[in-house]
């Protein structure tokens, strides 16, 4: 049984033919997402020898799960400089490091401090836009 869409006229009153196409396109493209991502669920809860059944609540699952990957994937990508100054300047700060050397050296001493002062604050947004996502 073919599951049909309905979208009255009046909602579509200043589309053109070539809009209205690309509206069926991508809506048929969203629930072959959908429904591909419902078959993961399902596959992940099933047990071995029952037989497949998707519910109501599997395709909310899915629906919600397949939103947030997208938003997560857009978000995560706009920090790739704060994550490269973060792994940087805290393999500089540790290679900085030298207890010793700080007793004598007080240019050393201030370049340690200023990476690893970078290094922190830089982490430490990393994680806090990272939490941000999920």
Do not use: C, H, W
């Not at 991502?37 to 799960?65: F, H, M, V, Y």
């Not at 792994?87 to 207890?99: H, K, R, Y």
């Amino acid at each position: 049984m073919p599951i049909k869409v309905v979208i009255q006229d009046n909602n579509l009153t200043y589309f053109s033919a070539e809009a209205k196409d690309e509206l069926k396109n991508q809506m048929e493209k969203y629930a072959s997402e959908i429904i591909k991502e419902t078959g993961r669920l399902e596959e992940t809860i099933r047990d071995d020898n029952s037989t497949p059944e998707i519910t109501r609540e599997l395709i909310r699952k899915a629906i919600t799960k397949y939103k947030d990957s997208f938003n997560r994937s857009k978000k995560v990508k706009k920090f790739p400089i704060i994550k490269f100054i973060s792994t940087i300047s805290l393999f500089l700060a540790g290679l900085l490091f030298d207890f010793d050397s700080f007793k004598t050296d007080t240019i050393l001493l201030a370049m340690f401090i200023i990476i690893f002062t970078v290094a922190t604050i830089s982490t430490t947004i990393m994680f806090v836009k990272e939490g941000d996502t999920k």
